[in-house]
């Protein structure tokens, strides 16, 4: 994947996640930003944008539990 489309993709994941969360976009950015998160995503972006949005969610989730 380009970088531009690995930014792309991580544009799309945090609105995703702030949406079903019911959080802003920006808090979802900082949060991952803070969390480690997007490097995660960024390393991981090959394989999991070809998943669907509960994939990747549930990876996150066990990413945040495995990590803090």
């Known amino acids: 994947m380009s970088t531009e489309d690995v930014v792309f993709w991580l544009s799309w994941c945090i609105e995703e996640y702030a949406s079903s969360k019911g959080m802003s976009a920006t808090d ?8 480690g998160v997007l490097q995660y995503l960024s ?26």
């Open 28 to 35: 979802v950015a900082q949060f991952f930003e803070q969390n």
């Open 43 to 68: 390393e991981n972006a090959e394989i999991l944008h070809t998943q669907g949005k509960s994939f990747i969610f549930d990876c996150v989730k066990k990413f945040l539990q495995n990590n803090h």
